[in-house]
């Protein structure tokens, strides 16, 4: 299944490649949502070999990211992006359903 509603910049997809690509048997990224950190919700990524039953499947290019269906309530209409400038790498999510987040950039309220 494809979810249109959550895309992947091209620099998210290029960084998320090269990583699945440089870990024998893993075979996507997984973003999710918890509860928790300072602003009520956080982002969590992890490296998995393959998708659960309820997974909605971003693709772009070589680049494969699953999202449960419970985070996509929370990510919906979100950009995953990769940011690399002075202040260091990570990935960032613009996620137009947050009305606040915090200076790390994980966390985030509805």
Do not use: H
């Not at 048997?25 to 919700?41: D, I, M, N, P």
């Not at 393959?50 to 985070?71: F, H, M, P, Q, W």
């Amino acid at each position: 299944m494809t979810e249109a509603n959550v895309t992947l910049s091209d620099a998210a997809a290029k960084r998320i490649a090269a990583i699945v690509g440089s870990d024998p048997g893993k075979s996507a990224l997984r973003v999710s949502v918890e509860g928790g950190g300072c602003s009520g919700f956080s982002y969590k990524f992890d490296l998995v070999d393959g998708a659960a039953d309820d997974d909605i499947v971003v693709e772009k290019n070589d680049a494969k990211v699953l999202i449960d269906s419970l985070s996509l309530v929370y990510m919906a209409g979100s950009e995953i992006d990769f940011v690399d400038n002075l202040l260091g790498q990570s990935f960032q999510i613009k996620n137009p359903n947050a009305v606040a987040s915090c200076g790390c950039g994980t966390s985030f309220a509805i």
